[in-house]
């Protein structure tokens, strides 16, 4: 993989450059305790000091509401549009390596027999600009899902702060080449910078191997998941702020003259989720629900789709109003495995 | 501290409750929400300025109710709730024990009438632990600030404080106040609400679910503790708040006898706002 | 599907109404565009997205034979807000479609068996479409029997079929009410249908049975069949469950590592049993 420097002061041209590409450009901005994806312009508008965001940047490729079907009404007829999908070309900077990992498993499912073209588009037109991890918190679990700090992968270009004046720049895909050629000046060769040292030291926090093969055996142990979930409030919080949760509902909003069907991001832990019209529902209470966001992630993701659905971030934990932490859950599954 | 792990210690031992409903440690620092039903694992409990979320809310969860007769460790906001699910029939009395804790003291609130006379002659809140208590000074100000704009300014306020909102619904879930059985929201039937995050969408969501709060809230503020993306939804149900005790005296969660001012009519109600 | 956008429903034109029973009504649709009609194509036991434009989209089987070209045909009950909207339609009116999506009854492991179908209510549509494949390709199959019944004779769907069943002498049709739903000249038989395919005995042997009905229908069905000897390879059924994309991405249908609208509709008794309750 090719190597690079680029002096942090230089930020502020490769964010003109970029954005002299017309393209729209998204950082981390802190704002209320709370940091976010919004669109940036200069590398002081960034939060300096920041572990994760609270919300993903799921949202640049898979927004929480899009359009799919559009129609106008004329008479008995109906017209239905053409939709074109989202192609302005986006650069995303500053994605930890868990996040821009979580892009592909939200890929799998996408493409999975049927491509979704207005998330493939707008995959295909983002850049992602990863910032490796010097620092973590208890909440983070990216090397318990076989992922790190300084990981590369999803990451179009992954940016290492090395020091306080410098990133190694790791370009890890064409499109982050196309990127660093359009701002070739900036960058400067490297040379035995290693990231290793730098990287945050994130413990194993249990062993997902485990997990996976004893969860189709845990399924059936109601009170285990009952006693899990009695805190769990049933929001979508945890759905909405994970980058790999990709389940979405399908509405319809009409006028007289013509309506727009959306896509909108939806949850397994809300009851509506499975409820049939008859008003039967597979799934009524919460520990069932709670089990099924595990299971999905743990155990069939990986049997269907042979990756996990989760990429460690925390955020779930972090967000969650009933402090429902993954990882203790987790653990505690693993351990409950062990009594097998 | 002691005084409570003592008390749910020697409540389940005796069967006088099947679950205490409490605080324990929680990650990142914070308190959460614990469900003690083995005596040993009251020593967990504890009571701090952390312990802010609301716990009335699992009062009305199915799953929880089925774990038999609960005993909550109740801040003020929660006593409170309590009142306000009672006088909604969301609550049977002498089955929901609400231990106050008050000078290092825990009182036994077994009943409704006790938890009133409670909470009309204990010690002044303020004093309480925890902040769940009404709005902070900077809250306040910040709901004078938006009472003090111009019609046009302050609806541009909440349009733009509900533009993050992504419909998780976390409001309504962390809020003991939103037990309806069909929300609003899941009634297609006709589709009230609509449900996708668009600007109007969540407008419309924020607008119905503060006038179904109004003269309901208990002002806990644990919505916005919820909320992922911080909208600052009590101000709005403070501000409803103070709307409904302006023009009828009434404030939530203080008798658990239904007097809520939007289902009845006095005859001593003002009239001055029919024209 | 012809448009790049898999969301874009075909643009269907009703065709004919037709009233089966109270609250129940099939459609018959026809592509509004004749490229999409000529280049259509399915399988029984497949299903699609049936849409009323500004109400939303529901999930039906495709209720009629691959082997009958130009249309497509849905049976559905008025139970919730599309269904309602859908009701609602006249002929000529648009509504969407988008499929078929899901596996398909393997009726050509099937050839040279004896087929029994067993269904019960608004349950015989999913198994109607591969009914009329068989019967359309009759000389390919062993004995064909059809046991249905409902709660009673005006909830019977497909009533006029079920005439032209009875007259077939190529297969064997018998009909049924609950108790009590019997009218003076009902001239079918009377009773739950397990209890008529108790009576019936049908042998095992080379034979393979499809079941699709409400719950309760199914529950008491299956231990007859044990009873019988059939195994859980050779008993097929075809399952509902929460939908709303169809292939497989939105996740309301997943049930253990299965996608109802992917891996199924179509179950074998053995897959089924497989899966967790969560269906």
């Not at chain 1, 502020?12 to 919004?38: C, Q």
């Not at chain 2, 309806?180 to 679910?209: D, F």
């Not at chain 3, 009590?180 to 209890?195: A, Q």
């Not at chain 3, 049930?255 to 969560?278: H, I, M, N, R, S």
Request: with cysteine; net charge neutral; aromatic share 8%.
């Amino acid at each position: 993989m090719e190597k690079k420097i680029l002096k942090k002061q230089s930020l502020g041209a490769l964010f003109d450059a970029i954005k002299a590409g017309g393209r729209r450009l998204l950082g981390p901005v802190e704002k209320d305790g709370r940091t976010t994806y919004e669109e940036v312009s200069s590398p002081a508008e960034l939060a300096k000091d920041y572990i994760q965001t609270t919300t993903s940047a799921k949202s640049v490729v898979f927004p929480a509401c899009e359009e799919i079907v559009r129609w106008q009404n004329e008479g008995h007829d109906v017209k239905v549009a053409d939709l074109k999908p989202q192609t302005t070309p986006t650069v995303v900077f500053g994605v930890r390596p868990c996040d821009a990992a979580s892009f592909a498993i939200l890929d799998s499912v996408f493409s999975w027999d049927y491509n979704d073209e207005f998330f493939r588009r707008r995959l295909e037109n983002t850049t992602i600009i990863g910032l490796a991890c010097t620092k973590s918190d208890e909440y983070c679990f990216c090397t318990s899902v076989e992922l790190n700090p300084g990981d590369t992968r999803g990451s179009d270009l992954l940016l290492t702060p090395i020091d306080g004046e410098q990133y190694l720049v790791e370009i890890v895909t064409d499109k982050g080449k196309k990127l660093v050629d359009a701002a070739a000046k900036l960058f400067t060769p490297a040379g035995n910078e290693s990231k290793e040292k730098v990287l945050a030291k994130v413990p194993v926090k249990f062993d997902q191997k485990k997990l996976t093969a004893k969860l189709p055996a845990l399924f059936p142990k109601e009170n285990a998941w009952v006693d899990q979930s009695l805190a769990c409030l049933g929001c979508g919080a945890c759905a909405f702020v994970c980058p790999a949760c990709v389940c979405f509902d399908i509405q319809d909003e009409s006028g007289r003259n013509g309506g727009t069907r959306l896509r909108c991001w939806d949850s397994c832990g809300f009851s509506l989720f499975t409820l049939h019209t008859s008003g039967h529902n597979p799934r009524p209470v919460q520990s069932q629900r709670w089990r099924q966001r595990i299971m999905h992630k743990f155990s069939y993701f990986p049997e269907r789709l042979s990756h996990l659905g989760c990429v460690g971030c925390g955020r779930c934990s972090r967000a969650c109003p009933a402090d429902m932490n993954l990882v203790e859950h987790l653990s505690a599954l693993v351990e409950a495995a062990d009594g097998q | 501290m002691e005084a409570l792990r003592k008390k749910a210690r020697e409540l389940l031992e005796g069967k006088a409750a099947a679950v205490v409903i409490g605080y324990g440690e929680g990650s990142g620092g914070k308190a959460r929400a614990v469900f003690i039903r083995q005596p040993d694992k009251a020593a967990t409990l504890i009571l701090d300025d952390r312990c802010v979320q609301n716990l009335a809310v699992y009062l009305v969860k199915n799953e929880v109710k089925s774990l038999g007769k609960a005993a909550v460790v109740a801040q003020p906001s929660t006593l409170r709730t309590i009142l306000q699910l009672a006088s909604e029939n969301q609550l049977t009395d002498g089955l929901v024990m609400a231990l106050a804790v008050n000078n290092g003291q825990v009182l036994e609130l077994t009943s409704f009438h006790a938890i009133e006379e409670y909470l009309n002659t204990a010690v002044p809140p303020s004093e309480a632990p925890g902040k769940a208590r009404g709005l902070s000074a900077e809250d306040r100000a910040a709901v004078a600030k938006i009472e003090a704009m111009p019609r046009e300014q302050r609806w541009q306020f909440w349009v733009n404080e509900f533009s993050r909102c992504m419909k998780c619904y976390a409001c309504r879930a962390a809020c003991p106040m939103c037990y309806c059985t069909k929300c609003v929201i899941e009634s297609n039937q006709p589709q009230w609400i609509p449900v996708a995050p668009t600007g109007i969408g969540n407008l419309e969501w924020h607008i119905v679910r503060a006038m179904h709060l109004a003269g309901r809230c208990l002002n806990c503020g644990y919505c916005v503790e919820a909320c992922p993306v911080g909208i600052r939804l009590n101000l709005l149900t403070q501000m409803l708040t103070d709307e409904i005790g302006g023009d009828f005296g009434a404030e939530a969660g203080f008798t658990a006898k239904r007097e809520y001012a939007l289902s009845m009519f006095k005859p001593e109600d003002k009239e001055d706002f029919i024209r | 599907m012809v448009s790049e956008n898999i969301y874009k429903p075909y643009k269907m034109r009703i065709a004919d109404i037709r009233e089966e029973a109270p609250a129940v009504r099939t459609f018959r649709l026809e592509f509004a565009d004749e490229a999409e009609a000529k280049a259509f194509n399915f399988k029984a036991g497949q299903f699609g997205e049936y849409s009323v434009f500004g109400e939303g989209e529901c999930t039906f089987c495709i209720a009629s034979s691959p082997t009958r070209r130009g249309y497509i045909e849905c049976t559905f009950r008025q139970a919730g807000r599309v269904t309602g909207a859908l009701a609602d339609r006249e002929v000529g009116d648009i509504v969407g479609f988008r499929g078929p999506y899901g596996n398909t009854f393997p009726i050509e492991q099937w050839e040279g068996k004896k087929l029994i179908f067993i269904a019960g209510g608004i349950a015989l549509p999913p198994l109607r479409c591969v009914i009329w494949n068989v019967l359309d390709l009759r000389d390919k199959y062993d004995d064909v029997t059809v046991i249905y019944g409902a709660r009673s004779v005006a909830d019977l769907v497909y009533k006029h079929e079920l005439e032209e069943w009875g007259q077939r002498k190529d297969m064997h049709l018998y009909t049924t009410v609950d108790p009590g739903g019997e009218t003076p000249d009902w001239k079918g038989k009377v009773g739950f249908v397990p209890k008529v395919l108790d009576d019936l005995a049908p042998s095992n042997a080379n034979t393979v049975a499809i079941v699709c009905g409400p719950p309760i229908m199914i529950k008491l069905t299956l231990p007859i069949l044990a009873k019988l000897n059939f195994t859980p390879e050779q008993t097929f059924t075809t399952l509902e469950n929460r939908m709303k994309c169809g292939f497989g991405k939105c996740g309301h249908c997943n049930v253990g590592k299965v996608y109802v609208c992917k891996d199924g509709p179509v179950f074998t008794l053995a897959q089924l049993k497989e899966l967790p309750a969560e269906y």
